[in-house]
């Protein structure tokens, strides 16, 4: 019995030992400076990937997470008048990437939690449309 308690201690000081080793091998520590960013990774700007309309002086942009009121600028006019090459109606949704500061809405205004000030329009393309679904009100 005691040899068998000897071996399974001689056992677990031998695997105990090699792994120091290992670990030895991991406590090398892996940094990445701020200067090897890219420009546009350090300019503080999000990239938004989502649906987009603007209607009637009001502005909506809803990724897959969030939906965002767009601050009104010089580039929402440009990405408004590039997008209605592929809207059928004024209220339909373009899919769109842009790259903007988002900020948090501020108290007592009304709209939506979090804002976004669009910066830079990256893509515009037609929404994918499911016709199914679509209750329209009105001529046809």
């Not at 040899?3 to 990445?32: G, H, P, Q, R, Y």
């Not at 373009?94 to 910066?119: A, D, L, Y």
Request: proline share 1%; net charge negative; glycine share 4%.
């Amino acid at each position: 019995m005691k040899k068998i308690f000897f071996i399974a201690l001689i056992l677990t000081v031998f695997v105990s030992c090699k792994s120091d080793k290992n670990s030895e091998k991991t406590n090398e520590t892996i940094s990445t400076e701020n200067s090897e960013r890219t420009a546009k990774q350090s300019d503080g700007l999000t990239l938004l990937k989502g649906e987009f309309v603007y209607y009637a002086d009001a502005a909506v942009l809803q990724t897959h997470a969030e939906i965002y009121g767009v601050i009104l600028n010089n580039k929402v006019d440009e990405l408004n008048s590039k997008a209605k090459a592929f809207k059928k109606e004024p209220t339909d949704f373009v899919q769109v990437e842009i790259r903007g500061k988002i900020t948090q809405k501020p108290e007592g205004e009304e709209g939506w939690e979090n804002r976004v000030e669009i910066k830079e329009i990256l893509s515009i393309k037609a929404s994918i449309n499911d016709n199914d679904n679509l209750v329209k009100l009105g001529k046809e």
